[in-house]
């Protein structure tokens, strides 16, 4: 049933637990335009108030932005602290990653409190360490992989040596039960890094169906299992692979009639 929705071409992100109350994070879509045809963009917050009637949901701040968006995070950084409520971080073309100051935005300042461009092309992968909310993973062209630290986002870490063939990271998810492991995902493979060895662990591919990939998400108990999701309207399938037996999936996920986001 649906409880709320917002009329917008945008990417999003939920806020985290700790935020009451929920709010969503909306940035105008990259590479998509709206039937208004307006190249401009923005970052929105907006609230989710279920207990009022309607459809709509109560739109809390908004802010222009000089890019638009590719993917969204929102991490409990800083909470209790100078960001009361978390960070908001922005993957845009150009390579840029816009980092924002949820609280700023909020009390309707710009909110940006750190803009880096050292990525290749466009910004379309982006994760929160899940214990370590400083951390921050991002993705990008020519396989590009960063890891940042809040505390100074100077000067990212690499995972290791890139991944080859050199092409776009789609996807990019921090393990939920290890702290120093990572999964990226390409179009036919998902690599899972070490940061402690500052290398790659294993990789996944299934040569027998040719899927090309969209996204990854890891399993939230299990520490080698995670699922990846097909991009492709032929094959929109999603497939459980568990890193103790990475020859073949454990299990594939079929229903959907279109690719999956």
Not at 77 to 93: A, L, R
Not at 102 to 129: C, M
Request: hydrophobic share 40%; glycine share 6%; aromatic share 8%.
């Amino acid at each position: 049933m649906k409880v709320k929705e917002i009329d917008r071409t945008v990417n999003v992100a939920w806020s985290p637990a700790a935020q009451h109350p929920i709010m969503l994070a909306a940035g105008t879509a990259a590479q998509q335009l709206d039937s208004s045809f307006s190249t401009s963009a923005s970052l929105e917050l907006y609230a989710l108030n279920l207990t009022e009637p309607g459809l709509d949901m109560d739109l809390k701040a908004s802010v222009p932005s000089e890019f638009r968006f590719h993917k969204l995070a929102w991490g409990s950084y800083g909470f209790g602290g100078e960001h009361g409520n978390g960070i908001i971080v922005g993957g845009c073309d150009g390579g840029r990653v816009q980092i924002y100051s949820a609280a700023k935005v909020l009390a309707k300042e710009e909110g940006i409190i750190a803009r880096q461009d050292k990525h290749t092309g466009p910004v379309r992968a982006l994760d929160f360490n899940h214990y370590q909310s400083n951390l921050l993973a991002t993705g990008a062209s020519e396989s590009e992989i960063y890891i940042w630290d809040l505390n100074n986002t100077d000067t990212p870490m690499l995972p290791g040596a890139k991944s080859q063939p050199a092409e776009d990271v789609l996807c990019i998810s921090w393990n939920k039960q290890v702290q120093h492991i990572l999964a990226s995902a390409f179009t036919q493979r998902c690599v899972v890094w070490d940061l402690r060895k500052n290398e790659p662990i294993i990789k996944l591919s299934d040569g027998s169906s040719r899927i090309r990939w969209k996204a990854l998400a890891w399993h939230p108990d299990v520490a080698t299992q995670l699922c990846l999701a097909s991009e492709e309207d032929q094959t929109p399938v999603i497939q459980l692979w568990d890193l103790r037996f990475a020859t073949s999936p454990l299990k594939t996920l079929e229903g959907h009639k279109r690719y999956l986001l």
